[in-house]
Nanobody, 118 residues
Framework: VQLQASGGGLVQDGASLRLSCVASGRSVVGLYKAAWFRQAPGKEREEVASIAWNGRNAHYTDSVKGRFTISRDYAKNTVDLQMNNLKSEDSANYYC???????????WGQGTQVTVSS
């Protein structure tokens, strides 16, 4: 499976951005779970939000609850991350990932940079 992320950019504190990750390839039919991770310079990568490929069971890390929403677009084969009320601490390189099957390892897309200026 190939994952292509887009939508990052430079925004002001309090602004919104929408990240999108399109999945392609024959393995798409076997995708089980998708997630957005982020990694800031000098920090460990963290899972921001995840969702089952069927669109159920969304989960969020505490710092983004109420501000970020993860969703699936079945027609476009995408997993999207709507980010509202962005803060400087949200600045990071954001990666989408997905698993094939319930026990598969994460498959990674390339990152998209989000920078929030205060």
């Amino acid at each position: 499976v190939q994952l292509q992320a887009s939508g990052g950019g430079l925004v002001q504190d309090g602004a919104s951005l929408r990240l999108s990750c399109v999945a392609s390839g024959r393995s798409v039919v076997g995708l089980y779970k998708a997630a957005w991770f982020r990694q800031a310079p000098g920090k460990e990568r963290e899972e921001v939000a995840s969702i089952a490929w069927n669109g159920r069971n969304a989960h969020y890390t505490d710092s983004v609850k109420g501000r970020f929403t993860i969703s699936r677009d079945y027609a476009k084969n995408t997993v999207d991350l709507q980010m509202n009320n962005l803060k400087s601490e949200d600045s990071a390189n954001y990666y989408c990932a997905a698993t094939i099957g319930s026990h598969g390892a994460w498959r990674w897309g390339q990152g998209t940079q989000v920078t929030v200026s205060s």
